[in-house]
C-alpha cells in the first residue's frame, strides 16, 4: 500500500468503492511504472527433449479432433496463460502423413516456422505452399488456411501468434470452413511471383496489413543475410540481422509481429541489449549461449527461447549460427512504444507525434 493511501481513511475509501471508484493514488505505479515490469521470465525449450512428446501428442489425438494438434511453450512465470511472453504465443504444431488440419480463419495474425519434416503444405487464400525446414509462412488476420501432410514422415512447425494483444482489445473471433480444405484457385508460387521479385502489378492494389507473399523460404533469406555478412561488419548487439518485410510498403510483413534472421559469426559475444519487445527465438543453425539477466542457458539448432522486456541479455556464438525470432515489436512500434538500450546506453526513445 502506498503512503499516500495508508493515510487516506478507510471510511472514504469504503464510500468511493461503493459507487465503482477507486483512488488513483493507491495504484499509481502499478498503472504507470517507471520502466516495464514484464511477468515472463527468460526460458530454453530443448527441442530434442520434446520431440518425443511432440510425437506421442500425434498419437492420441487427430488432427481433426483437435482441430489443431498444438503443445504450448508455457512460461514458467505465467502457468495457466497460454503465453510465452506477455504479449506472445508459441505453439509446437505437428501434422502426420495424410492428414489434413481443417480449414479455419480467425482475427489473430500467425506465422508458422519449419523445425522438422519436409513437404507437408499450408494453404492460405486460395493457394498453397509446400513448407521446408526454416521457411517461414505468414497467415494474415481472417484469411481462411489449412494443412495438410503428403510426405511419409510427420511435419512439426512452431506456431506464433499474437493472441494475447488480441484477447486484450477483445476482438477475438474465429470461424470454420464448411468444407475440411479451402478451394485452391491459385498456382504454388503466385503471390511469390506477383509481388516478391522485385516487380509489383501495376493495377492490382494490396489492401491487407499483411504481406502478400505468405512463404519466406530459408535458403533465399538466410542467402540475404550471407550477403550482408561479406559486405559489412556485424552490429555489437545483433551480429547481421536483417527483417522480413511486406513488399507493398516495406515494412513489417505481419501487422502485429516482427520478424528477423540473423547470422552471428563463430566467437561473437554481443554487447547486451535490451528493448520493450517479448522476443522469442528459434536456433536455425550453430550453438552457443544466451545469458539474460544473470541467467545463463546453452542453446542449440531446433531449440528455442524466450526473452522477456525490457531484459538485458546477450548472445555468444560458438560456431557460425542463425537465429529466427519474432516478436511485438510490429505493433509497439505503430502504436509508439517501442524503445531499445544498447549496453550502458540510456533508453532511446521514439520521435514525438
Known sequence: MSDALSKTPQSYID????????????RLRGLVPTEPKPQ?????????????????????????????????????????????????????QIILPGEVAPSHRHSQAALRFVL???????????????????????TPPWRWHDHGNPSDAPMIWLDGLDIPMVRMFNAGFEEDMETEAQEIVKEEGDSLARYGSGLMPVDQKWERLSSPVFNYSYEKSRAA????????????????????????????????????????????VSTPYRSTESTVFV???????????????????????????WTSF???????????????????????????????????????H
Open 283 to 309: 536456433v536455425t543453425e550453430g550453438r552457443g549461449h544466451v545469458e539474460v539477466a544473470g541467467k545463463r542457458m546453452a542453446f542449440k539448432k531446433k531449440d528455442i527461447f524466450v526473452v522477456p522486456a
Open 314 to 352: 546477450t548472445l555468444e556464438a560458438e560456431p557460425d549460427t542463425f537465429l529466427f525470432n519474432y516478436s511485438d515489436r510490429a505493433a509497439q512500434e505503430k502504436l509508439g512504444f517501442f524503445m531499445e538500450a544498447r549496453g550502458n546506453e540510456a533508453p532511446s526513445f521514439p520521435p514525438s
Open 116 to 138: 522438422d519434416g519436409s513437404g507437408a503444405y499450408t494453404a492460405v487464400g486460395g493457394e498453397k505452399t509446400t513448407m521446408e525446414f526454416g521457411d517461414f509462412i505468414v
Open 15 to 26: 464510500a468511493v468503492e461503493a459507487q465503482a471508484l477507486a483512488p488513483l493514488w493507491g
Open 40 to 92: 515472463a521470465e527468460a526460458h530454453l525449450w530443448d527441442f530434442d527433449a520434446l520431440k518425443p512428446h511432440i510425437l506421442e501428442a500425434g498419437r492420441l489425438v487427430t488432427a481433426k479432433e483437435a482441430e489443431r494438434r498444438v503443445l504450448i511453450l508455457e512460461n514458467p512465470a505465467l502457468k495457466g496463460t497460454s503465453r510465452i511472453a506477455d504479449s506472445v504465443f508459441a505453439g509446437f
Open 225 to 268: 543475410v550471407e550477403q550482408a555478412a561479406r559486405t559489412g561488419k556485424p552490429d555489437p548487439c545483433h551480429g547481421w540481422r536483417l527483417r522480413y518485410t511486406n513488399p507493398v510498403d516495406g515494412g513489417w510483413a505481419m501487422p502485429t509481429l516482427a520478424t528477423y534472421l540473423r547470422k552471428l559469426p563463430a566467437g561473437f
